[in-house]
Structures are given as C-alpha cells and as structure tokens.
T-cell receptor, first 113, second 115 residues
Framework: LAKTTQPISMDSYEGQEVNITCSHN???????ITWYQQFPSQGPRFIIQ???TKVTNEVASLFIPADRKSSTLSLPRVSLSDTAVYYC??????????????FGTGTLLAVQP | ETGVTQTPRHLVMGMTNKKSLKCEQH?????MYWYKQSAKKPLELMFV???????ENNSVPSRFSPECPNSSHLFLHLHTLQPEDSALYLC??????????????FGNGTRLTVT
C-alpha cells in the first residue's frame, strides 16, 4: 500500500514560504503524487500533481527526489487564506485498487498575521 | 464553482427516514466517487463507479445505496441511518486513464445530520 505520512499540523506567518513534506516509501512505479487543499465544510481542491523532479504552477511547487519516496509541497509567501488542511495522495485516480484513492490525515496549516 | 455540484448542501434526517444525496458533474468525466468525512477523521472512500458500473464498495453498510444512472449523475440513497452516520458526504469525479494521473474533482459536499 502506498501509505502516506505527513505532519499533523504546521504553523506559519503571512509572507513566509511553507514546505510540507509527505513520506510515501511504498510508492509504485506508476503512481503519481497529488496534493489537495481543503477548507472547512468544502471538498478538497486539487493543487498540484507530479511524477518526478519538480513541478510548478501558479499556486505551488512540488519537489520530488529521485527515489520518489517523499515529496514536498512548497507554498510561496502564504497568506491567511492559505489556512487549510493539505493532503498528499499517492496513486492513480483509479487504478483498480482502493488503496490508490486513500487519503491520509493531512496537514493542518495555520497561517498567522 | 468546482464543476461538481452536490445537493442538498445540508440535510437533517431521522433514523427512520429515507433520503437521497445527488451529485452532478459537468466536466465530461467517466468515473465518480462517494467519500465520507467524519469529524477529525480522514476521508473514507465509500463507492467508485467507472463508466456507470460500480467497481469498488469498501464494506459500506447496506443502509447506503449508490446509484449511477449515467456518467454525469451519482446518487446516494439513505435509509434507516444511525447517528454515527452524521458526516460530510463528498462526491468526486475524474477521467479514467491507464496512467492514472487524472486528479479528483470534488463537490462541496452534503452535511448530513442524523437525529
């Protein structure tokens, strides 16, 4: 099973860069790494996805080392509105096995003024 | 607007009631999912539909009955629920790809309270 491990919570201040690391030691060859953001009483929202090396979009960067056993979501210059739970999901959107759609406990990021 | 619409947003029902949750996606996806999110717990995958056929059922009690009449609509029929079934029920959709890199798109959920 491609189980993921993330810190339960993190604190930051506005304007800082935040890096959230996810461990996924049993990642399979065909697995992708996807990060989601969830606000209270809303569904998770896709942030970024990658397979290896580095991926960047308008809201975040994703760093994946060569062994792919971990990944780091980087949020540049966070604001109060970035306070949310961030989930790392490893696998396929549907690969014929339920373990590929299993969310972990996520990381609660609290951004303070 | 997420492209996945869930109704109702809030639902309060008694243990003997029958109700249904509705999900509709306008993204052209061909896989749909039901997740349950209880307070302070991770999202739990309940059901997966691929091309309108149920392909996963993670030991969900029979008081939850899904229905997928077409690739754009998904229902969750509820009957004789228990108070511990109170939770946020989330619907998601995605493309089916062999490589499996299609992200899930979630609706904003139905907050269910069973009294």
């Amino acid at each position: 099973l491609a189980k993921t491990t993330q810190p339960i919570s993190m604190d930051s201040y506005e304007g800082q860069e935040v890096n959230i690391t996810c461990s996924h030691n049993n990642i399979a060859t065909n697995d992708y790494i996807t990060w989601y953001q969830q606000f209270p009483s809303q569904g998770p929202r896709f942030i970024i996805q990658g397979y290896k090396t580095k991926v960047t979009n308008e809201v975040a960067s994703l760093f994946i080392p060569a062994d792919r056993k971990s990944s780091t979501l980087s949020l540049p210059r966070v604001s109060l509105s970035d306070t949310a739970v961030y989930y790392c999901l490893v696998g396929a959107s549907y690969g014929g096995a339920t373990n590929k759609l299993i969310f972990g406990t996520g990381t609660l990021l609290a951004v303070q003024p | 607007e997420t492209g996945v619409t869930q109704t109702p947003r809030h639902l309060v029902m008694g243990m003997t009631n029958k109700k249904s949750l509705k999900c509709e996606q306008h993204l052209g996806h061909n896989a749909m999912y039901w997740y349950k999110q209880s307070a302070k717990k991770p999202l739990e995958l309940m059901f997966v539909y691929s091309l309108e056929e149920r392909v996963e059922n993670n030991s969900v009690p029979s008081r939850f009955s899904p229905e997928c009449p077409n690739s754009s609509h998904l229902f969750l029929h509820l009957h004789t629920l228990q108070p511990e079934d109170s939770a946020l029920y989330l619907c998601a959709s995605s493309h089916l790809t062999g490589g499996g890199n299609s992200p899930l798109h979630f609706g904003n959920g139905t907050r269910l309270t069973v009294t």
